[in-house]
Every structure is written in C-alpha cells, then in structure tokens.
C-alpha cells in the first residue's frame, strides 16, 4: 500500500486545513484508516479513524473540530481540521490496516505533512 499525504501548511489559530491522504491498494483490503500526529518532542497520536463501514472514531478532545473522511473512489483519504489551536501543531500521518485474501494483515503510513499553527 502506497500512500501520499498532503494539504499542511501554516495556518493562524482559529484557522482551517483540510489534508488529503490518496491511497493505492492494488488488490488489497482496506479495513481501516486513521490519521495519527506527532508534535515536536512527543509521541505519535491517534487522531481520527475510519473504519471500511464508515464508522469514525476520534481523539476525545478533537471530536467536534477534527472531521475524518473517505471518498473510495478517489482512493483519499481527508481530515478537516477546524478551529485550529498552537497545539495542533505537528507532523500529520496517514496510515491503513489492510489484509489480502489470505488474511494476512499488516499496517502502512503515509510520509507524513507538517501542520503548524502560530498563535
């Protein structure tokens, strides 16, 4: 599974960005994807995901700001981001569980875009 995130910049606090994550599969299930972030000097977190059936999930303090969705037939992958704070500074991660039709599973993360949010 290749995947290639996009869409970070520099934004003002109480601004907007929406990241982009396209995704390539091949013959490959997806049965999950999720954008993780990591802020200088921390470790990598959770912040949304989706599963194959749409159900999303999101890092309690985001709910609410942070929008995770899926578009299969652009093979991408979003996260909205409203209302954006100082600490939602931080290198933004795709990242997938796929399997393959033997059920072999394993996971994949895109390269990574910088967010950064001056107050």
């Known amino acids: 599974v290749q995947l290639q995130a996009s869409g970070g910049g520099l934004v003002q606090a109480g601004g907007s960005l929406n990241l982009s994550c396209v995704y390539y599969i091949q013959r490959y299930t997806i049965n999950a994807m999720a954008w993780y972030r990591q802020a200088p000097g921390q470790q990598r977190e959770l912040v949304a995901s989706?599963?194959?059936?749409?159900?999303?999930n999101y890092a309690g303090s985001l709910k609410g700001r942070f929008t995770i969705a899926r578009d299969n037939a652009e093979n991408t992958l979003y996260l909205q981001m409203n209302s954006l704070k100082a600490e939602d500074t931080g290198v933004y991660y795709c990242h997938t569980d796929t399997s393959d039709m033997f059920n072999r599973r394993w996971y994949s993360w895109g390269q990574g875009t910088l967010v950064t949010v001056s107050s």
């Open positions: 989706i599963t194959s059936a749409g159900v999303t």
